[in-house]
């Protein structure tokens, strides 16, 4: 079995041997031939240069022995594609070009059509990574959720109380309504092109779900979602990855995805005993743990993979992407561990 016929299979909640794994972020900063590949090309470049960018999907897995690769590329081309730029703040964080303050600067965003074409640079890494893969690994592509993508357009980037897209969903609905049609728009168009170029499943972040009051996740983010994947081909795989969501798990069940991405504060085996049996569950060793030792790494795999020994349809992950500070000989235990478990 190859590694992309067991993610495959784990995406259908098939039985097997072992789960497969994989790791959010695998691709960047805990990478030494990653940082030295940044030092002569800045983060941007990288990702809107095909040879490079499929460079740094391919690094991780020279290294250790994943089943998949993830398309390295970031969340918010989407907005940078319909018009609205981003950038890495001196401080840290994410600061996008100008704040979507208004409802004309919202239907001043470029049409979602235009997605697919100014993010054709996507499409040609995908397509070079299909070729290098050669069938043997799953390749996966991504895009943010609505609801995330919006946080950043309305806050001007990185937030900690995300007060002005919560005051635009409560206070002006039709302008919050308006910019999310056109961002579902846009990453039905942008997930169409990623499919077609190759992508043998796609990840939805969600990664702000959880800051929203709850009796309100499914207007403001769930209901958004679940436009995009019905847009998509019928059965394919889609994930879905919700930090701090876990009373609306059962929700995102039903929205079409055929994985749950689970954050480290949930018991997985629990989780994957209250969902239905055909949605697979991804996750969730906590990051952290990779910046411990490697006895640590390889305690804590085994405890997660004996809790869902017996379990279909489990793909081994963490809950939150790899910290820069993780150790190399933390995720090669890791990895040995999941990898040669039975």
Same mark, same amino acid.
């Given at each position: ?6 993610? +495959? ?11 497969? #794994?994989?790791?959010?972020? /695998?691709?960047?900063?805990?990478? !030494? ?18 040879? +490079? ?16 690769? $993830?398309?390295?590329?970031? #969340?918010?081309? $989407?907005?940078?594609?319909?018009? /609205? ?71 001007? %980037? ?6 002005? #897209? ?31 170029? %190759?992508? *043998? ?13 709850? /009796?309100?996740?499914?207007? &403001?983010?769930?209901?958004? $979602?679940?436009?995009? #994947? ?9 994930? $879905?990855?919700?930090? =701090? ?17 689970? *954050? ?47 379990? &279909?349809?489990?793909?081994? =992950?963490? %809950?939150?992407?790899?910290? !820069? ?10 990895? *040995? ?6």
């Amino acid at each position: 079995m190859t590694s992309r016929e067991r993610f +495959l299979a784990a995406c259908a909640c098939t039985p097997l041997d072992r789960p497969p #794994i994989w790791i959010m972020r /695998q691709a960047g900063r805990y990478l !030494p031939e990653y940082r030295a590949l940044k030092a002569k090309s800045s983060f941007l470049e990288m990702v809107r240069t095909p040879a +490079l960018a499929a460079e740094v999907t391919l690094q991780p897995l020279r290294r250790f022995e994943f089943d998949a690769a $993830i398309l390295f590329s970031d #969340i918010l081309v $989407i907005p940078e594609a319909l018009g /609205q730029g981003y950038r890495f703040r001196e401080e840290g964080g994410i600061g996008m070009d100008y704040r979507l303050e208004t409802r004309a600067q919202v239907d001043a965003l470029a049409s979602p059509d235009a997605a697919p074409e100014r993010l054709a640079y996507v499409g040609q890494t995908l397509a070079l990574l299909k070729k290098e893969l050669a069938g043997q690994k799953a390749l996966l592509g991504f895009g943010g959720s609505p609801w995330t993508l919006a946080t950043y357009m309305v806050e001007g %980037g990185s937030s900690d109380e995300f007060e002005r #897209i919560k005051l635009l969903f409560y206070t002006d609905r039709a302008t919050f309504e308006a910019l999310l049609e056109k961002l579902t728009a846009a990453l039905i168009a942008y997930f169409r092109m990623q499919i077609s170029a %190759g992508a *043998d499943a796609i990840q939805i972040f969600d990664s702000w779900g959880g800051i929203i009051a709850g /009796q309100d996740y499914e207007a &403001a983010s769930l209901k958004w $979602i679940r436009q995009v #994947i019905a847009s998509l081909p019928r059965d394919f795989p889609v994930i $879905i990855y919700a930090k =701090n969501t876990a009373p609306h798990l059962m929700d995102q069940a039903f929205t079409g995805a055929r994985v749950l991405s689970v *954050d480290w504060t949930n018991e997985l085996s629990i989780v994957r005993r209250t969902l239905p049996a055909n949605i697979a569950v991804q996750g969730n060793l906590d990051p952290v743990l990779l910046n411990t030792t490697p006895e640590i790494v390889r305690a804590e795999s085994s405890r997660l993979l004996e809790s869902m020994r017996g379990s &279909a349809g489990h793909i081994f =992950n963490l %809950g939150h992407g790899i910290l !820069p500070q993780a150790k190399l000989e933390c995720v090669e235990s890791l990895v *040995d561990t999941v990898t040669s478990w039975q």
